[in-house]
């Protein structure tokens, strides 16, 4: 009688245990590199089209070349590290405090995903603060 629960118990245990292994791995899955790096400076084209969506649309200006910012303005390197993508979008398109909404800024709205994939990757520092180029 006692041989069985101990039996069942520990089953019940394994199964759990690898219940909540797969989806540990479904959400690294879930969450996989948004960006892709070669040779250095070299990204993928959405990454690229972020990079210049961020020096073009003024990102820069506030949060500075490097995404360091300053006294008055986040480093993005630091908010990329808990900022989910939703996160991200949510104040990037509708602004918070002194950082303004871009939701009617048509070239930051068509080029988010590439915008966040690269403050990402400076974030993750994968991607340099230096000049890149497409991967071809
Ligand atoms: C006029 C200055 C200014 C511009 C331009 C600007 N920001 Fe901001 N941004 C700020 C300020 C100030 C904050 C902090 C807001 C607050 O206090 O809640 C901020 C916050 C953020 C945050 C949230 C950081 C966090 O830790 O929660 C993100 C992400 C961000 N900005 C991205 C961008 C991107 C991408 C652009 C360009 C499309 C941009 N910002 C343009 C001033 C600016």
Known sequence: MS???T?????LG????????LVATGFALAEETPYT???GNKVDEATYNGWKTYKRQR???CHG???????????????LKTLTKDQFKQVVLEGRKNMPPHKNNKAVVENLDGLYAYLKGRSDGAIPATELDKIQ
């Open 3 to 5: 041989t069985k629960l």
């Open 7 to 11: 039996c069942r118990k520990l089953f």
């Open 14 to 21: 394994v199964a759990l245990a690898s219940t909540s292994s």
């Open 37 to 39: 790096v070669k040779d």
């Open 59 to 61: 990102c820069e200006t």
């Open 65 to 79: 070349a490097t995404a360091e910012g300053g006294a008055a303005f986040p480093n993005l390197l630091t908010s």
